[in-house]
């Protein structure tokens, strides 16, 4: 393959993989599936310990207990935002409208992917402090969740990062048997989506980096 255009199909899919949030009924064949999970476990992990693990729900009565669940966490810490007026077409009001469909037909949506960690202390944690469970380990699972996310878009699947799961992640994880050395680290709702991808809305780079002391652009 042309080394040049390689790159150039990864830099268009990074710069088009919008949150997709409205998403078709239409079934993800398994063998899909099982390639964006493939492309999941080729992320980096510290000392190659791949602390992930993934649990798939597809089935109606799982999906419908965990849309239940999101649409009451997103309404009791959203109030204000979901019950906007959405009127006007703003950036803003279009995320809404978007999140509306989202927690309203959850679970139609195909696929729910829940991407766990391995609980583990961070290092800057003294032993002495260490109380409870370990939070999973995020830095170690988000470059999977990234790999997860660029598959879907390549394979032309919708798919959006959530995270309201952590308002009743007890209750997910002894739903479906969740064992405590894990702990969930994103949710993703996973289809053919009925929107078009990209663009995205990003600042450049250059707004965001500095060249051997901060502030230096
Ligand atoms: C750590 C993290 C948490 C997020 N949580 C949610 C979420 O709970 N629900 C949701 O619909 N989108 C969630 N998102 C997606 C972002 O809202 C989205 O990527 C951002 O608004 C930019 O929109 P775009 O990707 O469509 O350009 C999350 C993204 C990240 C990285």
Known sequence: MNENRQYETFFELASSMRAMRRLKPDPVPPSVLNKILEAGVQAPSGQN???????????????????ERYKAAIESRFTGMMSMSTEKDTALTRQIKAMQYQVNHMQEFPVILIVCGLRDWPFKVAEADRIG???PNFGAVYPCVQNILLACRSLNLGAALTTMHQVFEEALCEHFAIPDEYGVVVTIPIGYPMGKFGPIRRKPAANKTHYETWGRH
């Open 133 to 135: 469970l370990a939070p």
């Open 49 to 67: 310990t791949q602390p992930w693990s993934f649990l798939v729900l597809q089935q109606p009565d799982s999906k419908a207990w965990f849309a």
